[in-house]
């Protein structure tokens, strides 16, 4: 079994204030909880910086196919808890 997080966006107007980090923070401390012991996730190219900062290691690009026939490019990145 592994946690999910769908999603985490931050507003502009929010952005480089430790809000992301704050989340980050609360959704690892909910899965340590509950007894995880690894957490991965796709991160946005924007969104890498931060996990990356954060103790997460990036393992290989994945794209995410959308439904107007474009991709989105992420990072798989994982991390043990």
Same mark, same amino acid.
């Given at each position: 079994?592994?946690? $999910? /997080?769908?999603?985490?966006? $931050? =507003?502009?107007?929010?952005?480089? %204030?430790?809000?992301?980090?704050?989340?980050?923070? !609360?959704? *690892?401390?909910?899965? %340590?909880?509950?007894?995880?012991? %690894?957490? *991965? /996730?796709?991160?946005?190219?924007?969104?890498?910086?931060?996990?990356?900062?954060?103790?997460?290691?990036?393992?290989?690009? $994945?794209?995410?196919?959308?439904?107007?026939? *474009?991709?989105?490019?992420? $990072? =798989?990145?994982?991390?043990? !808890?």
């Amino acid at each position: 079994m592994m946690p $999910i /997080m769908a999603s985490a966006t $931050i =507003h502009p107007d929010w952005a480089r %204030r430790g809000v992301g980090s704050l989340i980050l923070q !609360a959704c *690892e401390d909910a899965a %340590r909880s509950a007894g995880f012991t %690894r957490y *991965e /996730m796709g991160a946005t190219l924007t969104g890498a910086k931060l996990f990356g900062a954060k103790g997460y290691v990036a393992v290989k690009p $994945i794209s995410i196919p959308l439904v107007n026939g *474009e991709s989105l490019p992420v $990072i =798989h990145m994982e991390k043990p !808890a």
